[in-house]
């Protein structure tokens, strides 16, 4: 889309959202989840098969160079000196012939190529270099959408103590998506990072970050999570 298009998309998103908001305060959604006194990064397939061009998951390279991993960086050196959980999630999968008897895609190729993510491939759905995971970080391999579902990530963060994410990464209107929604039925409070969610098709990010600020959990910009992170840091210096 040209820059034109993409600006009047927005504009015509933005009166969609301000005509439904009033419709959702009249009813009494929107309301706020809040944050946590535990945090843990989740970061969902920020891997080069879905940072990087040239892959058929590939994301808006424009957003994703100048917006999702500068503010991926930013949370990630936040979370990093407060000494905070993070997981890195990535998906790659093992048989991944569309005609073999048996398979772990499940059925999701026959709607998706998920079949040229193949796990024998480890630069495919490595975590991008610019936000490679260091020492004490977690990496998660999913299967499906969801970065809860099948996987062990829940059990992993109550074992930890934790009871607030924040979720980043790609695509808004998919695996993000579901780990927000999956994320609150399991009972986590569900932050969605703002500039740090992306995805391949114009208007999907602004889309589903209205909905899940209407439904699934609150929307903050990356500054926002960061003086957060922050302000935990500072009150259990003084604490000490």
Same mark, same amino acid.
């Given at each position: *889309? $040209?820059?034109?298009?993409?600006?009047?998309?927005?504009?015509?998103?933005?009166?969609?959202?301000?005509? +439904? $908001?009033?419709?959702?305060?009249?009813?009494?959604?929107?309301?706020? %989840? =809040?944050? =946590?006194?535990?945090?843990?990064?989740? /970061?969902?397939?920020?891997?080069?098969?879905?940072?990087?061009?040239?892959?058929?998951?590939?994301?808006?390279?424009?957003? *994703? @160079?100048?917006?999702?991993?500068?503010?991926?960086?930013?949370?990630?050196? !936040?979370?990093?000196?407060?000494?905070?959980?993070? %997981?890195? %999630? #990535?998906? +790659?999968?093992?048989?991944?012939?569309?005609?073999?008897?048996?398979? @772990?895609?499940?059925?999701?190729?026959?709607?998706?190529?998920? &079949?040229?993510?193949?796990?024998?491939?480890?630069?495919?759905?490595?975590?991008? /270099?610019?936000? +490679?995971?260091?020492?004490?970080?977690?990496?998660?391999?999913?299967?499906?959408? /969801? /970065?809860?579902?099948?996987?062990?990530?829940?059990?992993?963060?109550?074992?930890?103590?934790?009871?607030?994410?924040?979720? #980043?990464?790609?695509? !808004?209107?998919?695996?993000?998506?579901?780990?927000?929604? &999956?994320?609150?039925?399991?009972?986590?409070?569900?932050?969605?990072?703002?500039?740090?969610?992306? @995805?391949? %098709?114009?208007? !999907?990010?602004?889309?589903?970050?209205? &909905?899940?600020?209407?439904?699934?959990?609150?929307?903050?910009?990356?500054?926002?999570?960061?003086?957060?992170?922050?302000?935990?840091?500072?009150?259990? *210096?003084?604490?000490?």
């Amino acid at each position: *889309m $040209s820059d034109v298009d993409a600006k009047e998309l927005d504009r015509l998103l933005q009166q969609a959202f301000d005509t +439904a $908001s009033k419709l959702y305060k009249e009813r009494g959604f929107q309301r706020r %989840v =809040g944050f =946590g006194t535990r945090p843990a990064l989740i /970061s969902v397939d920020l891997a080069n098969a879905w940072t990087r061009p040239g892959n058929p998951f590939t994301c808006d390279q424009e957003k *994703m @160079d100048n917006e999702i991993i500068p503010g991926m960086q930013k949370l990630l050196k !936040a979370f990093r000196a407060a000494h905070l959980p993070v %997981v890195h %999630v #990535t998906t +790659a999968y093992e048989i991944t012939d569309r005609n073999a008897d048996f398979t @772990d895609m499940g059925l999701w190729h026959n709607k998706i190529p998920v &079949d040229v993510v193949d796990i024998k491939n480890k630069d495919l759905w490595a975590i991008d /270099s610019r936000i +490679a995971p260091v020492e004490g970080e977690y990496t998660l391999l999913k299967k499906r959408a /969801s /970065s809860f579902h099948g996987t062990e990530l829940a059990g992993i963060l109550r074992a930890n103590n934790v009871d607030t994410i924040l979720v #980043t990464g790609v695509t !808004a209107c998919a695996c993000v998506r579901q780990t927000i929604c &999956d994320g609150i039925a399991d009972g986590f409070r569900t932050i969605a990072v703002k500039e740090a969610i992306g @995805d391949r %098709v114009p208007g !999907a990010v602004a889309w589903n970050l209205f &909905d899940i600020d209407a439904k699934f959990g609150d929307v903050h910009t990356v500054d926002e999570c960061v003086a957060y992170i922050d302000g935990l840091a500072a009150r259990k *210096m003084a604490a000490e």
